[in-house]
Structures are given as structure tokens and as C-alpha cells.
């Protein structure tokens, strides 16, 4: 329900079309070769080949870790919150304004830079040298390129990952884990919020784990990985692509280098 009213305050002629949309996906889940839904959550689907959070690339040439280093910890010095939303109904934006304003009022200092109808070029720029910590979205569960962006600049980032619902099924077959997104919703984020202002060294080793999660599951290179077996498959070449990221099932698993970072369960816990 959340998720469909954030929907509908930012696409609400989409709402009509209910009817053609469930046509093309029952038309998709009986025909296709392959099903790769890309998303986190194939809410509706009859079926899926591939189970991954997101199958979104970025060019990691182009958006390199930050240069900034901040030990700013919002009482001494402040600290830079940016928000870049296609939509603010969709991504809640209304929710974060209100909660750095009352931040503020608490005495941190921090600011919300809010980044919108400019070039990706600018995005970098900013992501790259100006800001501490980016907010992609509060609503949907999951996240999308801007947070893919955001972690390949070796920023903290936040995102919905409330859920369980939609999360419990890429933990235990999937990557998810080894995500060090920092989960929240319009109620939690204030605190959430509290906790990446006030611990800069919290807030960089996020960074660094993002910058590796994006070179392990969001680089070209592992997008050729994702494409050649989705290839393999549909050519009859291997069975299935069921266990492709099965933490203990894939053939290409490798424990010993996953993705670390001070997060269980998305959260915060200490």
C-alpha cells in the first residue's frame, strides 16, 4: 500500500492502466525465454529465471570515489545530506526535508542539498567533492541507479529496506547481505539519520564497503557475467539460472570475499 500511494502521487495516470500492465506480464511469464525482473521485489510475477536485488550497471570510470574526506560530525562542523529525486512523491522527499529541519532544530548542523533537473555530469561533481551522505529514496523497498551512483562515489547512502516481505528472499538466495545500504523509512529516518551526522568514521567505512559492492555486483564486468549465463540459458547451454548468486550454491561463490561492512540486516545496530 505505501508503495502504491507513492506511486500514484508521482505516475497517477499509471494507476489506470492496471489492466494492460497485468496482460503484458502474464503475456511475458508464459512466453519469455528468460525472466530477469532487475528489481528488488517482482511483486505480481508468475515466475523469474534469476533472482538478483538489481540488474543495474554503472561505468565505474566515470563515477569515482569521493575526494571529500570529512570528519564532520554535525556539532563541530556540519554535515552534507544530498537528495536527488526523479519524483519526491515517489522517493518521499517530503519525509527527509522535515526530518533534517528537525535535526536542525536539535542543534546538529547539517544541510540538505537537494539535487534536482541538472545534468549527471553536475551529479558527479557534487557526489564526488560536496557531500556526505545521499539519500536515494524512503518509500519503495529496495533501491534504484541513484544509490548504485552513490555507493560507486564511496558515499553512505540510505534507502527502504523495511520490508521483509520483499528483502527475506535476496538475503537467503541472493547478494543481499553484502549490501551496505542503510535501511529507512519516513518514521525511522530521523534516527537513522542522527547516527550517519554524528559518526564520520561509521560514515566512511560505509563508503568503502559501497565502492566494492558496486565493483563486485554493478560494473560491467559483472554485468558480462550476468549476460553470458543469461545467454547460456537461453541457448540451452545450462539448465538454470536458479543458483547463479545462491550463497552457497553458486559455483562462483566465494564467502571469503564477500562484501563486509558494520550493517545487519541493513540496519544500524550499535
Same mark, same amino acid.
Given at each position: 500500500m505505501p508503495l502504491l500511494h507513492g506511486l500514484m502521487m508521482s505516475y497517477p495516470e499509471a494507476s489506470r492502466l492496471q489492466d494492460d500492465v497485468e496482460k503484458r506480464l502474464h503475456y511475458w511469464c508464459k512466453n519469455? #525465454?528468460?525472466?530477469? *525482473? !532487475? %528489481? %528488488? !521485489? *517482482? #511483486? !505480481?510475477? !508468475?515466475r523469474w529465471d534469476i533472482l538478483r536485488p538489481s540488474s543495474l550497471t554503472i561505468d565505474l570510470n566515470t563515477w569515482l570515489p569521493t575526494t571529500r574526506i570529512s570528519d564532520a560530525d554535525g556539532i563541530k562542523s556540519t554535515v552534507y545530506v544530498a537528495h536527488a529525486p526523479n519524483h519526491r512523491g515517489f522517493k518521499g522527499s517530503e519525509f527527509l526535508i522535515d526530518a533534517i529541519q528537525k535535526l536542525k532544530d536539535e542543534g546538529l548542523k547539517v544541510e540538505l542539498i537537494l539535487i534536482e533537473k541538472i545534468q549527471n555530469e553536475e551529479v558527479r561533481k557534487i557526489f564526488q567533492g560536496e557531500v556526505d551522505i545521499l539519500v536515494e529514496q524512503l518509500i519503495a523497498t529496495g533501491h534504484g541507479i541513484n544509490a548504485i551512483e552513490g555507493m560507486a562515489c564511496a558515499l553512505p547512502v540510505i534507502s527502504n529496506f523495511e520490508d521483509d516481505d520483499y528483502t527475506l528472499v535476496f538475503r537467503r538466495w541472493s547478494f543481499l547481505d553484502e549490501c551496505p545500504i542503510v535501511s529507512a523509512s519516513p518514521e525511522t529516518i530521523i534516527d537513522q539519520l542522527r547516527k550517519l551526522i554524528t559518526r564520520p568514521k561509521l560514515r566512511a567505512k560505509l563508503g568503502e564497503s559501497g565502492r566494492r559492492y558496486v565493483e563486485k555486483y554493478h560494473s560491467y564486468d559483472s554485468a558480462k557475467i550476468l549476460f553470458s549465463n543469461i545467454l547460456k540459458y537461453v541457448y540451452g547451454?545450462? #539448465?538454470? @539460472?536458479?543458483? @547463479?548468486?545462491? *550463497?552457497l550454491l553458486s559455483e562462483s561463490s566465494d564467502i571469503e570475499n564477500s562484501v563486509l561492512h558494520p550493517l545487519i540486516k541493513n540496519r544500524i545496530v550499535s
Open positions: 519469455a #525465454d528468460c525472466v530477469n *525482473p !532487475g %528489481m %528488488m !521485489g *517482482p #511483486d !505480481g510475477f !508468475g547451454e545450462i #539448465d538454470n @539460472l536458479n543458483s @547463479l548468486y545462491h *550463497p
